[in-house]
């Protein structure tokens, strides 16, 4: 059995050729996960104590230790945006897979890969609040951070994230463009909403970076509406 993508709209069949629904209740899922993973960034990066923008550790570090409460219940959230992200990257870069082969798969090495690798990589939230946590000094933990920003492993995985992110984008845009599947707009903006988050981080503006996130549900949204009503054209069949 091997997975083989199909034109879009087109019902499964069963062996005597009657066309057969796939299961709603899952459509609707997908498409719940499609809009919930840029929705969960915002959302925790608005209960986080800092500045999402903010690039002076000190700083950071300090915003933490004086809402621990308040980070612990948002490092939940991002870490449920990590899971729910990478779940929703990966359906959309399979709907584009079904319509556009090579820049759907292009954007899943490059957006799903770049949002797997962010999300496996240790985080400035949880080693301060690690840090606070046994005692240490906020002096050292922002020496730490600064430790852990120098590995070189960690750099490479940064510049992956953030050209992954923005390529990947723009990639699966191009791929929807091209399939004429979705409106025209909703692939625009596709296109726009990394490079516009992205942009915010660069520039410091913090209404950029979430404008990006928003941008990026907008699109996903249109896409799951899709899915809700036919899936992701994505089908097995038997060879």
């Given at each position: 059995?091997?997975?083989?993508p ?22 609707a ?23 999402m923008?903010?690039d002076?550790?000190?700083k ?25 992200m ?12 079904a319509?556009?082969p ?39 933990i ?48 596709l ?49």
């Amino acid at each position: 059995m091997t997975a083989t993508p199909s034109p879009a709209h087109v019902p499964v069949t069963s062996a005597s050729g009657a066309a057969v629904e796939r299961i709603r209740p899952l459509r609707a899922v997908m498409a719940a996960v499609m809009v919930l993973g840029p929705l969960l960034f915002i959302t925790a990066s608005l209960m986080s104590p800092y500045d999402m923008t903010e690039d002076k550790l000190s700083k950071l570090v300090g915003d933490i230790a004086a809402n621990e409460g308040q980070e612990k219940a948002a490092s939940w959230v991002w870490m449920a945006f990590g899971f729910v992200m990478i779940a929703a990257t990966l359906l959309v870069c399979v709907y584009v897979m079904a319509r556009s082969p090579k820049l759907g798969l292009t954007g899943l090495l490059l957006l799903a890969g770049g949002v797997t690798a962010a999300s496996v990589t240790p985080s400035y939230d949880l080693i301060t609040l690690a840090g606070l946590d046994k005692g240490v000094d906020q002096d050292t933990i922002v020496q730490i951070l600064k430790g852990t920003d120098g590995l070189p492993m960690l750099m490479a995985v940064g510049i992956w994230f953030i050209g992954g992110i923005v390529l990947g984008s723009v990639v699966l845009g191009i791929g929807l463009l091209r399939s004429r599947s979705v409106p025209a707009w909703a692939a625009w903006v596709l296109i726009a909403a990394m490079p516009v988050n992205v942009a915010g981080w660069i520039l410091g503006v913090t209404v950029l970076a979430y404008a990006g996130f928003a941008l990026l549900a907008v699109a996903f949204g249109v896409l799951a509406l899709d899915v809700a009503r036919n899936g992701t054209g994505w089908v097995r069949a038997v060879s």
